[in-house]
Protein backbone atom coordinates (compact mmCIF):
# COMPACT_ATOMS: atom_id res chain seq x y z
CA UNK A 1 0.00 0.00 0.00
CA UNK A 2 1.66 3.46 -0.67
CA UNK A 3 2.65 5.79 2.22
CA UNK A 4 5.16 8.03 3.08
CA UNK A 5 7.14 7.00 5.92
CA UNK A 6 8.36 9.83 8.88
CA UNK A 7 11.34 10.05 11.07
CA UNK A 8 13.69 12.72 12.92
CA UNK A 9 11.03 13.18 15.86
CA UNK A 10 12.62 13.84 19.29
CA UNK A 11 12.09 15.50 22.59
CA UNK A 12 13.79 18.62 22.71
CA UNK A 13 13.93 22.23 24.90
CA UNK A 14 11.41 24.44 24.09
CA UNK A 15 13.28 27.38 21.61
CA UNK A 16 15.07 24.24 20.07
CA UNK A 17 15.20 23.03 16.77
CA UNK A 18 14.65 19.54 15.07
CA UNK A 19 14.44 18.22 11.25
CA UNK A 20 11.93 16.04 10.15
CA UNK A 21 12.05 14.11 6.50
CA UNK A 22 9.56 11.75 5.09
CA UNK A 23 9.97 9.40 2.23
CA UNK A 24 7.21 8.19 -0.25
CA UNK A 25 6.98 3.89 -0.24
CA UNK A 26 5.80 2.21 -3.19
CA UNK A 27 4.97 5.21 -5.20
CA UNK A 28 6.24 8.44 -6.77
CA UNK A 29 5.54 11.76 -5.28
CA UNK A 30 6.96 13.79 -8.22
CA UNK A 31 3.52 14.95 -9.49
CA UNK A 32 1.99 15.60 -6.18
CA UNK A 33 1.87 17.95 -3.55
CA UNK A 34 2.86 17.09 -0.45
CA UNK A 35 1.21 18.57 3.65
CA UNK A 36 2.21 18.17 6.82
CA UNK A 37 -0.10 17.66 9.31
CA UNK A 38 0.03 16.84 13.12
CA UNK A 39 -1.96 15.65 15.56
CA UNK A 40 -1.76 16.74 19.40
CA UNK A 41 -3.46 14.65 22.00
CA UNK A 42 -6.99 14.79 22.02
CA UNK A 43 -6.82 17.39 19.14
CA UNK A 44 -7.84 17.46 15.42
CA UNK A 45 -5.25 16.87 12.67
CA UNK A 46 -4.31 20.62 11.81
CA UNK A 47 -2.45 21.05 7.97
CA UNK A 48 1.04 22.98 9.15
CA UNK A 49 2.23 23.17 5.51
CA UNK A 50 2.57 22.21 2.03
CA UNK A 51 5.20 22.19 -1.34
CA UNK A 52 3.67 22.23 -4.20
CA UNK A 53 4.77 19.15 -6.83
CA UNK A 54 8.32 21.02 -8.00
CA UNK A 55 8.95 21.99 -4.60
CA UNK A 56 8.68 25.71 -5.36
CA UNK A 57 6.48 27.62 -3.52
CA UNK A 58 5.09 26.70 0.28
CA UNK A 59 2.35 27.80 2.02
CA UNK A 60 2.49 27.12 6.11
CA UNK A 61 -0.44 27.68 9.07
CA UNK A 62 -0.26 30.71 10.53
CA UNK A 63 1.16 29.66 13.72
CA UNK A 64 4.11 28.26 11.84
CA UNK A 65 5.16 30.88 9.82
CA UNK A 66 9.05 32.25 10.32
CA UNK A 67 9.85 29.37 12.35
CA UNK A 68 9.03 26.40 10.21
CA UNK A 69 10.66 25.43 6.76
CA UNK A 70 9.39 23.18 4.50
CA UNK A 71 11.43 21.54 1.39
CA UNK A 72 10.46 18.70 -1.40
CA UNK A 73 13.27 17.23 -3.81
CA UNK A 74 12.21 15.19 -6.50
CA UNK A 75 15.94 14.17 -7.40
CA UNK A 76 16.30 12.62 -3.77
CA UNK A 77 12.63 11.55 -3.23
CA UNK A 78 12.38 13.25 0.19
CA UNK A 79 10.28 16.17 1.81
CA UNK A 80 11.69 17.89 4.71
CA UNK A 81 10.35 20.18 7.62
CA UNK A 82 12.96 22.17 9.38
CA UNK A 83 11.20 23.45 12.67
CA UNK A 84 12.98 26.17 14.57
CA UNK A 85 12.30 28.27 17.80
CA UNK A 86 9.93 25.02 19.04
CA UNK A 87 7.58 25.87 21.61
CA UNK A 88 5.48 23.33 24.00
CA UNK A 89 2.07 23.74 21.56
CA UNK A 90 4.01 22.28 18.92
CA UNK A 91 3.80 18.83 20.93
CA UNK A 92 1.98 16.92 18.84
CA UNK A 93 2.82 13.74 16.38
CA UNK A 94 3.45 14.59 12.83
CA UNK A 95 2.30 13.10 9.38
CA UNK A 96 3.37 13.43 5.89
CA UNK A 97 0.63 13.14 2.88
CA UNK A 98 -0.34 13.54 -0.47
CA UNK A 99 -2.64 16.51 -0.71
CA UNK A 100 -3.46 16.90 -4.67
CA UNK A 101 -1.66 17.20 -8.21
CA UNK A 102 0.13 20.16 -8.86
CA UNK A 103 -0.44 23.08 -6.85
CA UNK A 104 -1.52 22.87 -2.39
CA UNK A 105 -4.62 23.51 -3.48
CA UNK A 106 -7.12 22.59 -0.22
CA UNK A 107 -3.80 21.16 1.50
CA UNK A 108 -5.40 21.92 4.87
CA UNK A 109 -7.82 19.60 4.68
CA UNK A 110 -7.37 15.89 6.42
CA UNK A 111 -10.38 14.39 4.39
CA UNK A 112 -8.10 15.62 1.07
CA UNK A 113 -5.16 13.96 1.99
CA UNK A 114 -3.53 10.37 0.98
CA UNK A 115 -0.83 8.03 1.39
CA UNK A 116 -0.47 9.22 5.11
CA UNK A 117 2.26 7.81 7.27
CA UNK A 118 2.45 6.30 10.63
CA UNK A 119 3.87 9.73 11.63
CA UNK A 120 6.61 10.73 13.77
CA UNK A 121 6.56 11.87 17.53
CA UNK A 122 7.64 15.60 18.19
CA UNK A 123 7.49 16.75 21.81
CA UNK A 124 8.57 19.85 23.34
CA UNK A 125 9.35 20.12 27.25
CA UNK A 126 11.61 21.60 29.90
Known amino acids: QPRFVESGGDLVQPGGSLSLSCTPS????????VAWFRQAPGKEYEGVSCTDSSGGASVYVDSVKGRFTMSKDNAKNTVLLHMNNLQPEDTAGYYCAVVGWGPCDNWHLPSYADHWGQGTQVTVSA
Open 26 to 33: RFTMVNFA
